[in-house]
């Protein structure tokens, strides 16, 4: 791999030049480390893990990248790289790969290894001293000079794991968790110490600098999945938040930074790098509130983000990793020393390209070769077995209630194919170069979506935007094909739950209406939150003692409340539609498994107004939507046949002058208006079957055209009456 090609990028306020320094294996998150500096050195060396198992440090001299150590691959992939915080152990390595943890000089030799006694995969390793601070999928451990010390597992996952010195009487550093469940959570020892709750997973945690006013107060940065990232301050007794970065519309938060000032105005500037591949630098020179200086989009997930002197001498830089195993520089020079890279980048040039077409010249001859020793043992044989890594994502998206899959290989894509087994909508996304072909659902068969995506040579990122309905449980597969001989496809399996538009909170407004489902019987806790999980999103794996969990319907507004532990479980909701699916969901668990259950319903009569009125702005604005698209040919007619058209109504000319927003608006919402009368419908036949035993699916016809004919009160009037 070459180091070489940088070029100029120019974003709002900061200019940084680009340079690609390696290409390694596929990269996990926070497996690149800029080592600090060493006695007598004026840059730093940069230390890569991969997903093959290999480790390697290098660094650059004269724009050309010089390789300390690379070591063979430990048999397990890398996931997660960092060096010791005390001053001896800063220019040691230490790698996590499975259960293991490795220490590594700057000569690449091994000098210690522990096995430690965890049963999960270990995510991330923080190093003082003999003390080591690991996290795994869901538990903590705190180890002592290779003995455990203390223990934690989490309801949740532990996406990130961080030390800050929180509690100031303690002579250790405290363990900071980032989780799944949307919590910022503080150990001491093996127990919690406080926590935070935020409104979105928190994927990232990160330790910010020391105040420099000598107070106790402790600063942490976090990012989460809904792309929004802040500050937290910690004392000894409560956490407050500080500023805030929104979502907008960003991509989930994999790293964060708060190291580097390259605004030179005394505060550390605040570095993003977000699952979709862009990187944005946000800083305070104007205001206490970060504003956004730099933002660059590099099409392949952020893995890591870290920072110092790598390719200069003078200034700062900010080092990414990429889920491919980029290892890119984005520098934010002067002109000057621009201009004396470029001409050092060129001398060299000439000898770079020398010594690649002689590498290129004796890989070839080894691939005929290869391929002559392969053509006389496979003659009778067909390789099918190419394995490749896959980065796959199925997030739901509460802004326009649609779901997102994010499917990113370390190599070009060929084709990616869709199964459902259960009706979808495929919808346009900004993020997708690829070409879609349909094929025609085939029922029959279990295939109510079938679906090809076409990729150019160079993507090895794709995100597809789906839609789907409440009600129904299923599988959507995605095949992907990568562009490697021979053709091989690995399936990813995404699971869609009956009630997936749901999305969990922390907290709803219980003075709303509810109607109540109330289930008994001999099941365990456990059992219990495996039927719900079945049902629901977001239900963590594990369960204590008794489960209190909140849901809100991102497209209707609607609100589930559960509260359930052994042999009782209540269920509240504004919907009654929900509460069936729920009972029909748990009763068939149960059912399958042999537990007995009794059941109890009581639906109150405000929920039905309620419900009428959440959903009444997205019924007017569907409605307004399709009678506009109704217009808009014939309004076109009338402007082709005259040339003066002020006779217009406003509302006519309006919708003349903005046609292809509506247009655009309506491509989004593809059957949305259908869906929305197929809720009324549900509502209505699951209110007076389960609520007063009366079957009123002969009524339909007439419930169809009071949605034809819309009118708030005729539609409270008639799912009232029956």
Known sequence: PRASSSRREYAMELYFARQDLLQSGATNRDCLKVLPLGKGKKSQKVAVGDTDGVLQLFGMKKQERSTAFKN???????????FGKQALQQDKLFVASGSTIRGVNKKGKEFFKYVTNMTEQIHQIEISDNNIWASGEYSYNHFDNSKEKASFMANDRINDLALAPIDVVSELPNAVLGCQDRFVRVLQNSELYYEASLPSAVMCVRNAPSPADGSHVQKVLYGMASGACGMLHFDTEQISKGWTIPVGKGAAVHAISNELDFTADGVNDVVVGRDDGTVEVYSFDVSTQPQLVFSKCYNESVTTIDGGFVTSEKSQEIIISTFSGKILSLSNRSEMEEVASAQSAAESREKTILTLRRELEMLHDRVEKEREKYSKISEDL????????????FTLNPDDASYSIVLE????????????????????????????????????????????????????????KLRTIEGR?????????????????????????????HQRVQKVDDQRPMNELRIGGEFSLVDMHTWVGSCLPEVPPRAQDEVVSSFRNVLLGTVLLARYRSGDAVFCSDNATVLAVLREGITNQANAQKVRVTLALDFRDETIPHFCELVHPRLEYLLS?????????ALQEVRIQEEDISFLA??????????ELIKTEFKQQPRQLDYLHGIVQDLYIDWHKLGKGVNVKSKLGGLKQVLHNYNPHELVQFLMAG
């Open 409 to 464: 290989t370390p190599v070009p894509m060929f084709t990616v194919a869709l199964h459902s087994d259960i009706p979808l909508d495929l919808l346009d996304s900004a993020q997708n170069a690829a070409i879609m072909s349909l094929s025609p659902p085939d029922p029959a068969n279990g295939a109510y979506c079938l679906a090809t995506y076409r990729c150019q040579e160079s993507i090895n990122r794709i995100e597809i």
């Open 650 to 659: 406003p509302e006519y000319a309006d919708i003349l002058e903005n046609a």
């Open 72 to 82: 063979l691959p430990v048999g397990e992939a890398i996931t997660n790289v960092t």
């Open 382 to 393: 067909i390789a099918v077995d190419r394995h490749f890594n896959i980065s796959q994502r």
């Open 625 to 633: 939507l399709s009678h506009k698209m109704q217009l808009i040919e």
């Open 473 to 501: 449980s299923g599988t959507l597969r995605a095949f992907v094909i990568p562009r490697l001989a021979p053709k091989t496809c690995q399936e990813c399996v995404f699971h869609i739950k009956p009630l997936c538009l």
